[in-house]
């Protein structure tokens, strides 16, 4: 049993930065690939970065490639999405989540989810 619980967003100037957090419960969080999605208004939820277990292998999405970086701490039980020059199109609750195996883009291959974080761009 994995618990997440995610910090980091809030209010940013459009080309600003934050950096989110997810603190994961459980003495098997280095077995575990970890993702983050998004969630706009009236949209689905969006596939946005993943780390695999070891944190060797990384995928983004195409719109956040080159401005966004995902990384994590096993020692810390943490993984961490950079947000950099950020945009009004990534306002969104953001969730981490987490699977065993490989790094996965579908969000129903995850098995266990944080209760999100808001993160809003202004223009």
């Known amino acids: 049993q994995v618990q997440l619980a995610e910090s980091g967003g809030g209010l940013v100037q459009a080309g600003g930065s934050l950096r989110l957090s997810c603190a994961a419960s459980?003495?098997?969080?280095?077995?575990?690939?970890m993702g983050w999605f998004r969630q706009a208004p009236g949209k689905e939820r969006e596939f946005v970065a993943a780390i695999r277990w070891s944190g060797g292998n990384t995928y983004y999405t195409d719109s956040v490639k080159g401005r966004f970086t995902i990384s994590r701490n096993n020692a810390k039980n943490t993984v961490y999405l950079q947000m950099n020059s950020l945009k009004p199109e990534d306002t969104a609750v953001y969730y981490c989540?987490?699977?065993?195996?490989?790094?996965?883009?579908?969000?129903?291959?995850?098995?266990?989810w944080g209760q999100g974080t808001q993160v809003t761009v202004s223009s």
């Open positions: 989540a987490a699977r065993r195996g490989l790094i996965e883009e579908l969000s129903k291959e995850y098995d266990y």
């Open positions: 459980g003495r098997t969080f280095s077995s575990y690939a």
